[in-house]
């Protein structure tokens, strides 16, 4: 099996296990804003143990990378994230995860005007099709 392939799935299983623990964690009086800054606070110290591991510097790289990063941050990390955890404190995960997965559609769009990705009739439809899944949801909830 292919790396990324492998890797890919193991992502999947890691990202449709977490939201499970976001809802058992949110049940309660933790707000979702107290939430965000648990993970990120527990992200970000994981993270600084896995670079002391590999002995990576990440303020080795240019700084346009590295704003990009910071940026791409704050908005999943911190806004979208913060919008997630109040829809999971709010809603079903059943629903709500998979509705906040249709992210690739506007992925998709972004990567194809703001980096001059391709774009094709099969990623349209794939594209369709998450839009496609997130109205089943939705509707099927009432």
């Known amino acids: 099996m292919d790396k990324a392939v492998l890797f ?3 992502s999947a299983l890691i990202w449709g296990s977490a939201p499970v623990l976001f809802k058992l964690g ?8 107290a939430g965000v800054f648990v993970h990120n606070a527990a992200a970000a110290l994981f993270s600084a143990f896995l670079l002391f591991l590999y002995k990576e510097n990440p303020f080795s790289y ?7 990063v910071a940026l791409g941050g704050v908005l999943s990390g911190v806004a979208g994230l913060l919008a997630y955890y109040k829809a999971v404190k709010e809603g079903e995960v059943s ?3 998979p509705l906040a997965s249709t992210s690739p559609l506007f992925s998709f769009f972004l990567s194809v005007v703001l980096l001059g990705e391709s774009f094709s009739g099969l990623k349209l439809l794939g594209t369709v099709l998450i839009v496609l899944g997130a109205v089943l949801l939705s ?3 009432q």
């Open 62 to 68: 240019s700084v346009r990378e590295l704003l990009a």
């Open 95 to 97: 629903v709500v995860a």
């Open 26 to 33: 949110l049940k309660g009086e933790l707000s979702p804003l």
């Open 8 to 10: 890919a799935l193991l």
């Open 139 to 141: 509707v099927g909830r």
